[in-house]
């Protein structure tokens, strides 16, 4: 025989004559058959794992079930025929937890793992590549054109392109030369902004708060491009939502060298589609 269900005497709401004396013979019973308790724990339940927890109260008649051992439950407490009976039960529960805990925490690893993920990069379009032609007309004379005049030349015709669509480039100029949205003068006063913020959310909302990188709370928005129409809130697919911990990864190598435009965007792609 195993486990009997709880029998709450004492508290037990039933008045009618016929459970009273069932109640009194299973007393009788188990108050002598039935004397020994399990073992004062010997550890914090506080100090174990979340999933360690999770499975302590349903261990116990796992662990009952499992040895075969005959137990009644009083008023909530785990009565045991020996203390034999109630020392096994004790040890296999703890053992029982701390496989049930693995699981779940190696279960959990997996959904966190698991190759479905909701957040696509949109590729972004390479900024324009100036023609010789276009360098030229920056150039200002018909001579053989230097390495520093080409540069310059360069500058001018990006100046140029960037006056008529200040969306064109999306990382150059990124900085002394951004456009930033109405009334704000620096990138530091744009994220204080409730224009940002709104923003931010909005993004963190959309893919319910799950990191791009690895699936778990994002808490940051990262920017892929600056273009004032990101910025402004009008496009919002560079925007990605990351963890701290991916953010950094994609910003910094794992010897903590900052990596360029580029080079955030090789290590974003990695994690994203890994
Ligand atoms: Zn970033
Ligand atoms: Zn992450």
Known sequence: MGRTKSILFDKDPADDAIREAWADEAWKEIREKFTFTLPKKKFVLKSKS??????WK????????????????????????SQEDANAVAARRIELCDKLAQEMI?????????????????????DPEPTEEDIRKHCGHD???GK?????AEIAWKSALKAKDPNLFLVAFQGHIQTFPDGISSYEEY?????????????????????AGCGRRATLVHHRDYR???????????????????????????????????????????????
């Open 50 to 55: 979340r999933e360690w927890q999770a499975h």
């Open 58 to 81: 349903y261990s116990l008649g796992r662990a009952i079930r499992e040895l075969g051992v005959e137990s009644r439950c009083v008023n909530g407490r785990e009565l045991f025929r």
């Open 106 to 126: 190696e279960a959990t690893a997996r959904y966190r793992d698991a190759p479905e993920r909701r957040f696509v990069l949109v590729p972004i379009a390479p």
């Open 143 to 145: 001579r053989a054109i």
């Open 148 to 152: 520093t005049e080409r540069w310059m």
């Open 191 to 211: 994220l204080q902004s409730p224009l940002w913020n709104r923003i931010r959310r909005k993004c963190l909302t959309q893919a319910e708060h799950s990191c």
């Open 228 to 274: 004032p129409r990101v910025l402004q809130g009008e496009e919002l697919s560079p925007l990605v939502p990351l963890c701290e911990t991916c953010h950094e990864k994609i910003h910094k190598t794992s010897e903590g060298i900052p990596r360029h435009w580029q080079g955030c965007e090789e290590e974003l792609e990695r994690l994203v589609n890994r």
